[in-house]
Every structure is written in structure tokens, then in C-alpha cells.
């Protein structure tokens, strides 16, 4: 779980940190779509509940639920929306899991405020939740042919697309050594670039590559892979007839 500390108060002449930590990776906030994400809040001190809230850009937050000790035990005022659900681990740390975390939640972003004993209050620092979907092709788009012309020590220019997903993905070339196990493929580490552009509230990754042709990458397949956290993807190959 990561876990920061992101803010300090006084309490009857004690500090205390007040956090707000999440069980996902990359800090503790990315997630996969449809998987799981708890957002706990924690104190080096005992307090009597925590509001979990929203934070938006043109208007005030936004009091999601609040957890914390009653009279009857552990409970939640207001009761937390259907994609919600909350649970006191001890009086020092209170936790709320999103049970299926949608695309629509990339951005948003939580805090928490801690309410101790004498109605001393205090807010952990804001934490956006990165929504991690997977691209599932990549795909060669020039040359657009399976197979390619090339003049001896000239320069071939390709490109490769992934589908769409979040974060953008990593790209990597390859020249196929013509065996059918990828791992004793040749990784190309020059002349490589990578753009992106936007597919809505996604991204599509664009590799380029430079490739200066040579006598014997005659019958050589050249292909690219791509990932974003997820398995990797590979494009078909083009192979070149060195002239």
C-alpha cells in the first residue's frame, strides 16, 4: 500500500500526521479499470471519524460518506453510494473501497478530514486516482505493406499505432531474427521516437522509427511492441528487400 504523509497538526502538544493512503500501484492511486481501489485514512492518533470528499474544479467539495465509531459500533452518515463501501479497521485508521473503478473516475480527485476529540479538525492532502486501461493492439500503419523496397544505406521511416488507453504506453522496435521465439529478437535503440494524440478522454501512442537500411537486413521483418501495464502488443512485421 502506498502511504504519504501529507499533513501535521498539533494535538494536546503532540504531533500528528493525518494521511490518506490508496492499495493500488505508482504511489498507491493508479488502478486498473474494473479492479478494486481502498482509499484508507489514518492518524498516529485516535479520532472519532473520517468524511471521505470530493474535490472539483468550479465548486465546492463534495462529502462523499463518513466513517468512524458511534454508539452502536463502527457506522457511516450519510450512507455511502452503491459503489462504495466503508469499514473501520481500528480508531486510528477508517477505510472506504471502490469495488469497481470505472473510466469516468480518471482525475477524480479525494481527500479526507479527520475529526478528533474536542472537534479538532484536520484534512489530509488531495490524491487523484489515475485509471489504468490497457491498449489491446498495435498495429504497423506505414509502411502499409507486408513487405518493403529499400535502397542499400538509405533511410526507411516507420510507424506503428496503439488502440486507445491511459497512461500512454511504451513502444519498442524490433528486427525479427526469423525464429518463431520473440526473445532473440534484435531490439533497434536508434533513430526511435515516440508522440501521442487524443481519443477522447484516451491515448493513442505513436512510435517512430528511422531506420538506416544495410546489405544485410535483406528479408528482415521489422516490427514494434507496445504496453501500458498491461500485456504486451505486437504489430505485424515488414520486411525488407534491400536493393
Not at 82 to 97: D, G, I, K, Q
Not at 168 to 185: E, F, H, I, L, S
Not at 221 to 239: F, M, P
Request: proline share 3%; net charge negative.
Amino acid at each position: 500500500m502506498g502511504l504519504f504523509t501529507l499533513f501535521g497538526i498539533f494535538l494536546c502538544g503532540q504531533v500528528i500526521s493525518s494521511t490518506l493512503s490508496g492499495n493500488g500501484t505508482s504511489g498507491g492511486f493508479t488502478v486498473q479499470e474494473n479492479s478494486s481501489l481502498q482509499l484508507t485514512c489514518s492518524s498516529s492518533t485516535d479520532f472519532k471519524h473520517a468524511s471521505y470528499q470530493r474535490r472539483y474544479l468550479d465548486k465546492s467539495p463534495d462529502t462523499i460518506t463518513a466513517v468512524g465509531y458511534g454508539s452502536s459500533g463502527c457506522g457511516t452518515d450519510p450512507t455511502p453510494p452503491p459503489y462504495l463501501t466503508c469499514f473501520c479497521v481500528s480508531r486510528r485508521e477508517y477505510a472506504c473501497v471502490i469495488r469497481n473503478v470505472k473510466r469516468a473516475m480518471n482525475g477524480d480527485v479525494w481527500f479526507c478530514t479527520l475529526t478528533f476529540e474536542n472537534d479538532v479538525v484536520t484534512n489530509s492532502g488531495n490524491i487523484t486516482i489515475v485509471v489504468q486501461i490497457g491498449i489491446t493492439a498495435v498495429s504497423m500503419v506505414l509502411p502499409a505493406d507486408h513487405s518493403v523496397s529499400v535502397i542499400n544505406n538509405t533511410t526507411r521511416q516507420f510507424r506503428c499505432e496503439t488502440s486507445a488507453g491511459n497512461p500512454q504506453a511504451t513502444v519498442q522496435w524490433y528486427k525479427d531474427n526469423g525464429t518463431p521465439d520473440r526473445a532473440d529478437d534484435t531490439l533497434i535503440t536508434t533513430g526511435t521516437e515516440t508522440d501521442t494524440r487524443a481519443s477522447g478522454s484516451l491515448i493513442v501512442t505513436i512510435g517512430k522509427l528511422t531506420l538506416t537500411v544495410k546489405r544485410n537486413d535483406n528479408e528482415v521483418g521489422i516490427y514494434c511492441s507496445a504496453n501500458n501495464g498491461g500485456d504486451w502488443q505486437y504489430s505485424s512485421s515488414v520486411v525488407l528487400d534491400v536493393q
